[in-house]
């Protein structure tokens, strides 16, 4: 499985970006797809989630702001009103098994990660 995410860029706060995560390969034995994102010293995080099989999950800090949408071969992650938190380099991922959708280490497949930078 490929993945490959676009859409970051630089923006100021309360502004708008739409993330896309395009997924080539075996993907029609996956579980479901994630976004997560990483900022400097920090871990990589839970954003959101896609399960083929219905629904949507939201970490806290994106619950009402950002929206997960999409299909086994593109994902979106549309993200509004945003904050100066949420600076990050953001990962789309595969999940095969369904193991745990928040946690990263359960995730098989990752995309090259694309940079989101929010200005005060």
């Known amino acids: 499985v490929q993945l490959q995410a676009c859409g970051g860029g630089l923006v100021q706060a309360g502004g708008s970006l739409r993330l896309s995560c395009a997924a080539s390969?075996?993907?029609?034995?996956?579980?479901?797809m994630g976004w997560f994102r990483q900022s400097p010293g920090k871990e990589r995080e839970f954003v959101a989630a896609?399960?083929?099989?219905?629904g949507t999950y939201y970490a806290d800090s994106v619950k009402g702001r950002f929206t997960i949408s999409g299909d086994i071969t593109t994902v979106y992650l549309q993200m509004n009103s945003l904050k100066p938190e949420d600076t990050a380099v953001y990962y789309c991922a595969v999940d095969r098994y369904g193991l745990g959708l928040f946690t990263a280490k359960t995730y098989d497949y990752w995309g090259q990660g694309t940079q989101v930078t929010v200005s005060s």
């Open positions: 896609i399960p083929w099989s219905g």
């Open positions: 390969g075996r993907t029609l034995s996956s579980y479901g």
